[in-house]
Structures are given as structure tokens and as C-alpha cells.
């Protein structure tokens, strides 16, 4: 059954973002009343000092109209989409942001204009998504990766993406975080592919993952579940005790994540990691405390100094 009741912005996330200043961010396509309420609340929170990016008149006006006044902010007027992607993509290579958030832009816009090689953003690491998951009543967080940007990812690209969920995880303040390769099964089975890529990479984690365990296959049960993981007789410390979940393809990540949120009231905040600075992904769908979860992550992986 689908859940109505209130989220909750994880209390924790925003008591470490407390003490940080906060983070210049590009809002990339400003002119729309969503991002700019999504920029307003991570402003009032002190969590970002936002820099507008877009059609100014658009912007001014849609300001206006969610009574708020940006006459103190920076305002860069652009006319286009991609002017405005490459734009933004300027200002984070020169140092005036450090953060980016995507606005009313289409996403494919927005990550090409991280991705060009004159935006000077790209550091040689796989741009890679986080969904840090919270449940009301608990600030323990289960992150999952990738279920946004990398589409069928192989086994280099979710090396790398385990390894930036690890890094974002040392900046939350766990130092020995664990990552579940998840499959549909805690067996190597040559029927079921994404079981021989979690053994995989949990083969090569060893040499090539740094400040985080490793292991997989697990099926979802016997990443979270510590009586799962017991009655399959699996052993490992990962088992049962997951804090990252390493998904084979991006279908599996989006559902995980989605049903968190519609069927448990998780908080789902998203971040890019990977390129020179953090990037922020909204949806139109996320309620307020997503939004500010959202920022509270950049802002603490920006001060983290989280590029790739």
C-alpha cells in the first residue's frame, strides 16, 4: 500500500551540513517555479548561496511570484539550453560554484555539458548516482548506486561507482562502509550474468577499492537482512549489514529506490559524484525534504573536496 504520510529530511544530514559553509551552486535553468522553491529552501537553510542560470526576465519573474527576493544573488543571463548547460559547466571550471544543480533543463543538456571536454569538469572517473535512502524514525542510511545515470553499467563503471559511494560515505562519517553486489542470487550462475560480474568485482575490489568491503553476489534479502543472511549460511560482514547497495543496471536501482520512497516514506536525496564538482539531480516529483537532503549532500561533498 502506498504510503501518505509526511517525509522526513534526515536530521543528521542536516546537523553535519550545519557546521559547513554554504556552497556556491549553480542553478541551471532557473527560470521554472520548482528548482527555484528547490534553491530558495537549500538558500534558507544556509546550505548553498545560489547562482542563478537562465533567462533573467523568466527568472526575476518566477521569483517574484514565490516571494522571493534574489537581488542580492548573482543572476547569469543565458538563451539557450545548451548556453545554459555550458554555461553553468564555466562557472564550476573557473571556481565560481562548486557545486552544480540541475533546473528546467533537460538532463541530457544539463550532463553534456559536464561531460564536454572543454567544460573542463571531467577528472578521468565515470560521472556516477547516489540515492542516499532514509526512512522516517532512523538516520542509518542506505545508499544505492547507479539508478539514474549509468543506464547497463559494466564491471569498470560500477567499480568506480562503488568507489564514489564509499568516498561520500567517508564524509558522512562512516569509515569502513559496506558495499552488497547485488544480484538475483548469492550464487555465480552462468544464467544469471549479473551474478559472474558481482563475483567480479568483489574479486578485483581488493586491489582496486579503497576504505570500503566489498562483496557479492547477494541477493537483496541477504544484503539487509541479518536472519536472511544467516539461513543461507553466509558468513561475510557485508551480509546482512549492507550500507551500500551495488546494483547491476539502472532498473534495478530506480524500482529500489522508488519503492523505498512510495512504499516506506524514504527521504531519497541525489547526487552526481564523480566530475570536478558535485551535481545535484532533482525531480519534479520530490517533495521539499528531498530537496534539502539533496543540497545538504553537496554541500557536505563539496566541502569534502568530492571530485573525481
Known amino acids: 500500500m502506498l504510503q ?3 517525509y522526513e529530511c534526515p536530521e543528521y544530514l542536516l546537523q553535519l551540513a550545519a557546521d559547513l559553509p554554504p556552497t556556491p551552486t549553480a542553478l541551471v535553468g532557473a527560470h521554472a517555479s520548482l528548482p527555484l522553491e528547490s534553491a530558495k529552501l537549500g538558500f534558507e537553510q544556509g546550505l548553498i548561496t545560489p547562482v542563478l542560470v537562465g533567462e533573467e ?6 521569483a517574484e511570484g514565490i516571494n522571493w527576493d534574489i537581488s542580492k544573488l548573482r543572476v547569469v543571463d543565458t538563451t539557450s539550453e545548451t548556453g545554459t548547460a555550458d554555461t553553468a559547466a564555466a562557472l564550476a571550471r573557473d571556481g565560481d560554484v562548486t557545486a552544480l544543480m540541475k533546473g528546467q533543463i533537460h538532463t541530457d543538456t544539463f550532463m553534456l555539458g559536464i561531460l564536454k571536454r572543454k567544460s573542463g569538469l571531467r577528472t578521468g572517473r565515470r ?3 547516489i540515492f ?4 522516517p524514525g532512523s538516520d542509518r ?6 539508478g539514474a545515470v549509468n543506464v547497463t553499467p559494466n564491471v569498470d563503471t560500477r567499480l568506480q561507482a562503488a568507489q564514489n ?5 567517508h564524509a558522512l562519517g562512516n569509515k569502513d562502509p559496506k558495499v552488497a553486489v547485488l544480484s538475483g542470487t548469492e550464487e555465480k550462475s552462468e544464467s544469471m550474468p549479473s551474478s559472474m560480474e558481482a563475483a567480479e568485482i568483489t574479486e578485483r575490489a581488493v586491489t582496486e577499492i579503497i576504505g570500503g568491503q566489498v562483496y557479492g553476489p547477494l541477493a537483496f534479502d541477504n544484503a539487509v537482512s541479518v536472519e536472511a543472511a544467516k539461513l543461507k549460511k553466509i558468513t561475510h560482514s557485508v551480509a546482512g549489514h549492507a550500507d551500500i547497495l551495488l ?3 539502472i532498473e534495478t536501482g530506480n524500482a529500489l529506490f522508488k519503492m523505498m520512497v512510495y512504499f516506506m516514506n524514504g527521504c531519497a536525496a541525489g547526487i552526481v559524484l564523480g566530475a570536478k564538482v558535485p551535481v545535484i539531480l532533482t525531480s519534479r516529483a520530490d517533495p521539499p525534504e528531498a530537496r534539502i537532503a539533496s543540497a545538504a549532500l553537496a554541500n557536505i561533498a563539496a566541502h569534502a573536496g ?3
Do not use: Q
Open 247 to 249: 546494483v547491476p543496471n
Open 165 to 169: 559511494a564509499i568516498d561520500l560515505a
Open 141 to 146: 542510511p542506505l545508499m544505492i548506486t547507479d
Open 306 to 308: 568530492l571530485a573525481g
Open 127 to 129: 560521472l556516477t548516482h
Open 57 to 62: 526576465i523568466a527568472i526575476r519573474k518566477t
Open 4 to 6: 501518505t504520510d509526511s
Open 132 to 135: 542516499h535512502m532514509t526512512i
